[in-house]
């Protein structure tokens, strides 16, 4: 694994990832697979999944073919308008262009950045914003534009979210990763990025939500502290759960160990996610996701 | 590990665990040890914990001597009586006098007497007690008495709850497990039984408190289910808490699959937190416990 | 979860099991789920894997159909042959018929029998072999036949050995599980159960084969222990693994301890490497499992 | 947890930690214990340990006193001498000094510079020496010093070992890091760092030493893959073990992602190990490591 971006091969394009959902119903994987045989393709990676809460079925294909887009997608066009299927189809490892919100905390901003750089993580990260000047030169280093504006009143904070608004235009920005960004997002935000916002909750939701969950975490006093990767939604740290990791503490360990111990299950549960996201592995059902991992 | 109780030798009478709870202060281990070398004690096994929070000192000691209890008691009575120490001294490997209370769920019981007699598990278990009469072969067969009784209303109610603290007076009891008991004690019997009554919640605590966790947590839709083995309290699900453990899920599992796979879990936490209460290896600090695994 | 096999209802007849291996190729897909429309069935689990290692491509199914066995075994035969595939068409949930042997340890029979009674493991157990009579009490409890021979030297083995092989042939046997069965099979054996004899080590192999690993995983001072649940072959701890397990522990325990520490390990290794076999999720790849969890 | 290292408070000079081993024998830790009420010191941390292997007897107690290192030094004096104890008295808290060799993999690296600037291990890095120069500008951004020599013959191999001799002795090095780095030490400086040397390799050991430990494990079959932190001895991958993580992989996964896998198990195996060893709470049993977590 070199540690350099420029080394990583530009993605296969005829290798392609297909998702898509429907109503549950007879005859859909065998309709499917003819598109892709019609297609000259071949199924490398298959996954589904029927929900019995919603009666909703659920897709995802790897496909190989030398035909290019135009050919697949004239082969799945009469299935999906049949079904009614909501689908999506793209290039197996293509970077997803990714925002990052940031506040001080630097462990999942690095992890992050890291493994972009190191071919480890398929998105394309165009910026960093932030409320504080603090990972500027971590940004920089490996080489991403970074701006930084104070919130500290509604005007403020007002801006910044016109900032994160416009910067998702400007970059077509497919993912919104808060990494440990330290504010709440008004509810116009989240809705106007609804499926496409990932949070990282310093918690195993749905315990101690809301601020400080370490100090919450080691008054009630548990044995496994967690992280918790979850869409963002207007209802605060109640939005579908996307990856949950824990790590084993004891009676010795003070709130604010707590919190040094907490950073690796958040860094590696919320790069975990994005990563799962970024490869079209996230599929929502409702408040639940389907992870096709 | 011989499946027969009766090739477990008895407990060496000069293996003894001491455990001790005072107000922090210097030289209190100086003290201790003093005594232990003064009844011709070696220290085998040494933990302590001072609590930021309560600003009390806790050890758990295993020492070995040839003196008797007498000897051992005699050193050490200046040094608990100087520091105001709530201490309690015991044979290490005595079993723990443990009335057990069940319903229809055979899981919890039997991992708890096959423990027992395959020697794993230092209790002694007189007697289950239970509103249905499902596990009664299952006693039978590891040679535990076995009552049950129906609890239909708040008078068998109240009669079952007697039939409880007279269980604890004749047989001496220790420890009462709620072994997947599904009844709601009253807080009279909470009382009567605090700081000796340990029930298996079947969930993460502080997560999915009360009737049906795994419905809950299915609704939930979290990544890790898990069980909660706690201290009984008059509020229900709030007890400190002993041992947790998770297990990965994933959304292909019903309600009802969950429930199927947070058996093991709920198994192995319970068991392991009456092994350690057993071993006198858990100390109450105001809300939260002490473990010196 | 009712403890009691009886009121586990029968497999329904219109809930089918399908595994297929084959050269991977186009199409497979497409023909096989046609064939499953064909038969008016409906795809409720499916899975597939393409060996890069042998070229060959595994798939696992369940449909449900009202159609009959016949119907669905006709609408697969033309594809079935068409790839010359290896395949195996089941009731999903029919208990599958496994002889358990064993030795004087009861943690991993006491699992298996627990489980097959409370309805958690989709096998029928005809009969339990064992070269001591240790846990003739157990096995009666659960209603298990069980018979013992005591096996001293060549001649006894040999005969114990045919015992095994008539009890295969007279119960019909499907899966051999040893259950901590502590005698090496004959190389005849082992060729004679190849595919259906699951062993559990209780190491986390490749590491610590053979006699003792407890006392060489203590010697060596390692952080975890382990077991594996693997197939059985003539070469000696070496067969393709079925499932693995680990546990922390720690430089104060003692090999003995390891020896009660791992149990827990061996016995829930073993009944998750058996559960998936009963359920057809376990296929082989050379030396290696394909597991379709 | 502020991203600086300059925000990161100098260690108390009146927190201690004391490691000592001895031949076991009573009262001990009653002596001990003397010293420290002799010194005006409080006990805040304290574990031990006797080993049946080896007959010694191991302790780490943290100490808080106003008195200074020379007083809590004449208070000891008596007791090592008297029982010929192995000890070491250091400031809790202070930066060991620490020299890491690297080739071109960066997440080892990476990690470790990361948490030294992040306050979250206690080293202080003077110098990275890698065989390649891949790396630099890593170290470059996290203000460490980082030279690059080619190891092409041994010729090349004895002027780096060289190298490093001479910076252990320019930078009083305390702990030698081997993260990832891809050459064999010769005997000869094994010997030099002998108990100060650790090494991260990318197996569970024992299971797969030497090269390509994920291809061996692919062939394998192994449901895990895990990381193995050790001291460095010339035996290749022998030396004693400080820490092992496993994490669960399937059938479908290459030997080149089980690479990628594997790096996260590496990078918090490694700085896990080294931030037991700069907090002194790694001691050696013989071939066996004591950790006092």
């Known amino acids: 694994m070199e540690f350099d971006a420029a ?4 993605p296969a ?41 919603t009666g ?18 004239a082969a799945l066009a009469p299935v999906v ?5 909501n689908w999506r189809l793209d290039v197996v490892g293509r970077p997803l262009r990714t925002l990052v919100l940031a506040s001080t905390a630097a462990h999942c901003v690095n992890d992050m950045l890291f493994r972009q750089r190191a071919g480890l993580l398929p998105v394309h990260i165009p910026l960093v914003l932030s409320n504080h000047s603090t990972l500027r030169d971590l940004a920089g280093f490996y080489g991403v534009p970074f701006e930084a504006y104070p919130v500290t009143d509604a ?42 916002a990932i949070n990282i909750h310093h918690s195993f939701l749905p315990g101690f939500k809301g601020a400080n969950p370490y100090k919450q975490a080691h008054a009630r006093g548990v044995k496994l502290i967690g992280a918790t990767a979850h869409f963002v939604t207007s209802d605060l ?5 996307i990856e949950q990791n824990v790590v084993r503490v004891d009676h010795s360990r003070s709130a604010s160990e707590l919190v040094a111990i907490g950073q690796d299950e958040e860094s590696r ?3 975990q996610a994005v990563k799962w996201f970024a490869e079209d592995r996230v599929l929502l059902d409702g408040a639940r996701t389907i992870i096709f991992r």
Request: hydrophobic residues 40%; glycine residues 8%; negative net charge.
């Open 269 to 271: 549960t919320l790069t």
């Open 155 to 196: 005007e403020s904070k007002a801006a910044f979210e016109q900032r994160i608004l416009r910067a998702v235009e400007e970059h077509e920005i497919e993912l919104v990763v808060l990494a440990r960004y330290m504010q709440i997002l008004s509810p116009e935000l989240c809705t106007a990025l609804e499926g496409r």
């Open 81 to 85: 308008a049949h079904y009614g299927m």
């Open 13 to 53: 394009q005829h290798h392609w990832v297909l998702t898509l959902i429907c109503v549950d119903g007879p005859g859909i994987v065998h309709a499917i697979s003819g598109a892709v045989v019609q297609a000259g393709g071949n199924i490398t990676e298959s996954q589904q999944f029927a929900s019995n809460d």
């Open 237 to 241: 740290d109640e939005g579908p759960i």
């Open 56 to 73: 909703r079925f659920f897709m995802r294909l790897q496909i190989e073919t030398q035909a290019g887009r135009e050919v697949l997608e």
């Open 7 to 10: 080394l990583t091969p530009p």
